[in-house]
């Protein structure tokens, strides 16, 4: 038997496993039922990011999951354009996504395999990285990532640092609420379905905000904020002079942008919500956007969130 059959095989059965967990039999629902990850350092990155070498890293990696787990890719509906790759869920939320490959441990986490993004590798590259371990699969899917763990998210029980054991176990965050019409902003708790973390510690930039009224925020360069005008901007597209939002609708003047080495895990979060509004929370006292708007930079960091600044407290 050869070794793709092999694969399918045991793909079908865990499939078949996973499928027991969703609340529906659909291919979305399986994939909604994984967790999501940041991308790692050697692996290519998803979404917004327009570089050819990328995208080329993330068809390469497709094509070779067509080949080798044929199952998987047409069960969880993945397309071999990195762009199609919308993955809608039942709750109304969507990823772009592509496949992280590893196995479980007994301590239900995860030990990740960097799989290949060259479509013409070996179907048992995987195993020759893991000899012993008899079942290698799609353990999640890849995302984006933002804050530093000492940044400070405002969740629907409390105020916790993001990298925290008791974050992680919040079930709501602190959103913005669909009245943004009014002359001030108000928030209101939205389900969260989890905070997306590094697979691993690496090294990354940080920028570290700094505004006239002495608060910072520090976060990766891709990460979303919110402007004065209202839209939500990629960190590394702010400068000296940009305004960016406060909790309370005040727009506060960045004064000084640091660049920081860093070597470890940042965090973003995860409402269960594909309505923009839903996806706006509070770090450092600052608009912020999740993890669905940095998956979506294309489609959302051009889009006018608070409506021509009535949100916005100006006085």
């Known amino acids: 038997m050869s070794n793709t059959n092999k694969n399918s095989i045991g793909h079908l059965i865990l499939a078949t496993a996973l499928a027991t967990l969703c609340t529906s039999s659909s291919a979305h629902a399986m994939f909604a039922s994984l967790k999501e990850w940041r991308c790692t350092d050697r692996d290519p990155m998803p979404g917004g990011v327009q570089n050819q070498a990328e995208n080329a890293a993330l068809k390469g990696r497709l094509l070779w999951t067509k080949k080798c787990y044929p199952f998987e890719f047409d069960f969880i509906n993945l397309k071999l354009d990195p762009s199609q790759n919308i993955l809608v869920f039942e709750n109304g939320g969507s990823d772009i996504a592509y496949p992280v490959f590893g196995y479980w441990n007994s301590d239900n986490t995860p030990t990740i395999l960097h799989a290949p993004v060259d479509e013409n590798d070996s179907c048992d590259a995987l195993q020759k990285l893991a000899p012993d371990v008899k079942r290698i699969t799609i353990v999640g899917y890849c995302g984006l990532g933002c804050l530093t763990p000492d940044q400070v998210v405002e969740f629907g029980e409390g105020a916790y640092t993001i990298g925290s054991k008791e974050a992680d176990n919040q079930k709501t965050l602190m959103t913005l609420s669909d009245d943004l019409l009014s002359k001030s902003l108000s928030f209101k708790a939205t389900p969260l379905v989890q905070i997306v973390t590094d697979i691993e510690a690496k090294k990354q930039t940080i920028l570290e905000f700094t505004t006239e009224d002495g608060a910072q925020i520090k976060t990766t360069v891709n990460h979303p904020l919110m402007t004065a005008e209202g839209y939500l901007q990629r960190a590394d597209k702010l400068k000296i002079g940009s305004e960016i939002v406060h909790a309370d609708g005040h727009p506060a003047k960045i004064i000084n942008v640091k660049s920081l080495n860093y070597f470890g895990k940042v965090y973003n979060v995860k409402p269960d919500s594909g309505k923009i509004e839903e996806n706006v929370y509070i770090a450092n ?30 006085n």
């Not at 930079?297 to 949100?311: F, K, M, Q, S, W």
């Open 285 to 314: 006292g600052f608009l912020n956007g999740s993890v669905h708007v940095q998956n979506h930079e294309v489609d959302y960091l051009n889009r006018l969130v608070l409506r021509h600044g009535l949100g916005l407290d100006m």
